[in-house]
């Protein structure tokens, strides 16, 4: 079993709908956790951690369910812009990052 | 402030050959990182370094070496390239405050003929 295992999608969704991702995660020892982006043939980068008590940012919301061990990324209002793989990554030891294999997302005019 | 760069971009090698790719970062940070990704297999951790002069291993180190003779450079080399190490290469580097947002370079595409 993968550590982290994402959907790989693709997600197709028109501008202005909702859209959301989940990952689980097999480690019940995990503290930390991040959405990463990844913007095709690009390197990835930093979207946003997660609390346990959810978090938002503009239209991204990220939320953590520890009992199930899965993370959920929510997208509101989604931009052409938004299109581009999400990596679900969680901490795996001595401050080192394990990822998962990515959601990609096509927002469509 | 560049950040982080890797040189080259682009390589295509045939088995048995060897290279040196190189990361360079201009944040100070002590930590760096090497990793590859392929196709269904995300991102993995090949060696990492915690400062100057220090390296370990990743997941995946098997066929690689790297060295970290300055705090900004971060080597990873090939000695015999098998078409197994065909991916791309990400550089990363962190400061000790953030130990979770690693900052990437643009990555290396490698093919191994």
């Known amino acids: 079993r993968k550590e982290v295992e994402q959907d790989p999608g693709p997600f197709n969704v028109p501008e202005g709908a909702t859209v959301a991702f989940n990952c689980t995660y097999s480690n019940s020892a995990s503290q930390s956790f991040f959405w990463y982006r990844q913007d095709c043939r690009k390197e990835p980068k930093l979207l946003m951690s997660v609390y346990s008590s959810g978090n938002e940012d503009g239209r991204f919301t990220a939320q953590l369910n520890r009992a199930s061990q899965y993370i959920s990324l929510l997208i509101r209002d989604s931009k052409l812009s938004d299109s581009a793989t999400y990596l679900c990554?969680?901490?795996?030891?001595?401050?080192?990052?394990?990822f998962g294999t990515g959601t990609r997302l096509l927002v469509s005019p | 402030n560049a950040g982080v760069t890797q040189t080259p971009k682009f390589r295509v090698l045939k088995t048995g050959q060897s290279m040196t790719l190189l990361c360079a970062q201009d944040m100070n940070h002590e930590y760096m990182y090497w990793y590859r990704q392929d196709p269904g297999m995300g991102l993995r951790l090949i060696h990492y370094s915690v400062g100057e002069g220090t390296t370990a291993k990743g997941e995946v180190p098997d066929g690689y070496n790297v060295s970290r003779l300055k705090k900004q450079n971060f080597l990873l080399g090939l000695e015999s390239a098998a078409p197994s190490q065909t991916s791309v290469y990400f550089c990363?580097?962190?400061?000790?405050?953030?130990?979770?947002?690693?900052?990437f370079g643009p990555g290396t595409r490698l093919t191994v003929t």
């Open positions: 990363a580097s962190r400061n000790d405050y953030s130990p979770y947002e690693q900052y």
């Open positions: 990554v969680v901490n795996g030891g001595f401050q080192k990052l394990v």
